[in-house]
């Protein structure tokens, strides 16, 4: 009987002894992983030490606090979402606007689909859509003719005057075919015949 009470009490003792190693363990578990979690939500050192500290102090308890006021997301987390807000807002402002009426206009578009505004040109060589502004083709190397800005009709001073005759070429003459047609109306008088009476 006493050798039967000895052995119940040695399988009590060594069951008690199991049941403690095993809530150490897991203790000990829930402290590693309170601290390998915090490392990658916070790179504060007063955080981590906090989050630590209220799982090892308050065994049970304190992983269940931890994971009410620990941070929500990881660093790796939070990395890839700002990589993604960065991508969002580098392709919101590569997107091309209308010089003339603000709207977005397609990578593709010669003029502006609301307004009409041209926004593009073709390449004479290649064919490719070149900006209004380049002037040379990155695509085969071809130089742009450079858009010269339209004549007035009604140049204000003597010297614009010039610049618009020069522009529009050589003083016609009579000799010329057409000069006729070039010459205002009141300097073309009819001629007098005159008749043998």
């Known amino acids: 009987m006493n050798l039967l009470g000895d052995g119940f009490a040695t399988v009590l003792k060594f069951t008690g002894m199991l049941t403690a190693a095993y809530i150490l363990l897991l203790w000990l578990a829930s402290v590693l992983w309170a601290f390998r979690d915090i490392r990658s939500r916070t790179l504060n050192p007063v955080s981590q030490v906090i989050g630590v500290a209220v799982v090892a102090l308050m065994p049970f308890f304190g ?26 807002r580098s392709e919101l402002h590569a997107l091309v606007l209308c010089p ?24 004479a060589r290649c064919r490719k ?61 009819p001629r007098r015949v005159q008749r043998d009476d």
């Open 63 to 88: 992983v269940a606090i931890y994971l009410i006021v620990r941070p929500s997301e990881t660093l790796v987390a939070a990395y890839e979402r700002e990589l993604e807000q960065e991508a969002i």
């Open 129 to 189: 859509l070149l900006s209004l502004d380049w002037r040379h083709c990155p695509f085969c190397g071809a130089s742009r003719p450079v858009r010269q800005e339209p004549i007035s009709r009604a140049p204000a001073s003597g010297i614009e005057r010039n610049d618009a005759r020069e522009a529009d070429g050589p003083p016609h003459t009579g000799n010329t075919p057409g000069a006729g047609a070039a010459q205002p109306m009141a300097s073309q008088r």
């Open 100 to 123: 003339s009426c603000r709207r977005p206009i397609e990578g593709d578009f010669i003029v502006c689909a609301y307004c009409r505004t041209p926004v593009r040109e073709e390449c």
